[in-house]
């Protein structure tokens, strides 16, 4: 299929690259705080690309689309070892590509250069720290349910609107006092997409995993970390063959797409006090299939009430 009859034929799908603060703080994810600790966060993500990359090179360009995405998380140690996380994400996207040439026969209402705003999935979990030494590692299961009916087809869309099981592990190991890494892997056990029993067909399971270096300088009090994060779709549709798949599938493809993304960067975050933390940093987009070309800038604060 060539890039030009794709575009009169398909439309294009946009996920958050950088959904919550798992991505932003995946250096902490091994470790959890004292019992009885408490922060609560707030994270920005932003977003922004200007084409869409295919599988087998094919591209779609001027079909880029920005991603305003705030995300209140909290995480609360009840008992020792014991960490309870909750986030839910508010979204406000605009599509800015061309709005004649990428027309969606199965949706596409936040394809008219507007600012559409909707909470997308809330996510709650918890993780268990196991061990300490020599590294520390944390097993962790969590959950995603949509609670919004948000747009999931066309050019700019909040997500996919499928509630999700995650089982992750995180991994970290300090050497000295101020040099630490950190391996973030999590699979997620998607439900399939029941618009119609060929998009049944299409497994969304995926794997995400993320990489962190990292260095504490002035007393522990400034971070500064080095990033690297994927996901790899483990099934689902690519564009190279959208035209030999049913039309029931062409319709309705968004949902289904095999989508993988690789991005790298790095951030500072700086403890201002006791209870307050703030942190940025920026991914750039360096690969991917089926998917936007958006790099991500993120920014955060964390208040620990209880430490």
């Known amino acids: 299929m060539t890039p030009s009859r794709a575009i009169c034929s398909t439309a294009v799908v946009f996920a958050l690259v950088a959904s919550g603060s798992a991505w932003n703080d995946a250096h902490a994810q091994a470790w959890v705080g ?14 922004t690309s200007d084409k869409i990359v295919g599988d087998n090179d094919i591209e779609f360009p001027n079909s880029g689309t920005t991603t305003h995405q705030f995300t209140i998380g909290a995480e609360y140690v009840p008992i020792d070892k014991l960490a309870v996380t909750v986030g839910l994400p508010l979204a406000l996207l605009k599509y800015t590509g061309d709005k004649v ?5 199965g949706g596409g209402s936040y394809d008219d250069g507007s600012t559409h705003a ?6 709650a979990g918890v993780r ?14 969590a959950v995603s349910i949509p609670v919004a009916d948000y747009e999931v087809e066309g050019n700019t869309v909040a997500g996919r609107h499928l509630k999700a099981l995650h089982l992750g592990l995180g991994i970290g190991r300090v050497f000295g006092e101020a040099t630490y890494v950190h391996l973030l892997y999590e699979f997620s056990l998607v439900e399939m997409d029941d618009a119609n029993a060929d998009t049944e067909k299409y497994s969304q399971n995926r794997s995400d995993a993320s990489f962190t270096i990292g260095h504490r300088l002035l007393d522990q009090k400034l971070d500064i970390h080095l990033d690297a994060n994927g996901r790899l779709a483990h099934d689902g549709l690519n564009f190279s063959v959208f035209n ?4 029931t599938v062409q319709n309705h493809h968004d949902p289904v797409l095999k989508e993988d993304i690789l991005l790298v960067g790095g951030g500072v975050g700086y403890q201002i006090s006791n209870d ?7 991914r750039l987009f360096l ?3 089926n998917t936007q ?8 604060v964390t208040w620990s009430p209880l430490r």
Do not use: C, K, W
């Open 34 to 47: 004292d019992r009885g600790a408490l922060d609560v966060s707030l994270d920005y993500n932003f977003a």
């Open 101 to 105: 040439n990428y027309p969606h026969p």
């Open 118 to 123: 909707t909470l997308t999935d809330l996510r």
């Open 128 to 141: 268990y720290q196991v061990l300490e030494e020599p590294f520390a590692l944390s097993p962790q299961i």
């Open 244 to 247: 030999a798949a049913p039309m």
């Open 276 to 282: 307050i933390g703030v942190s940025l940093s920026a």
């Open 287 to 289: 690969a991917g299939i």
């Open 293 to 300: 070309n958006a790099s991500v800038i993120a920014a955060g």
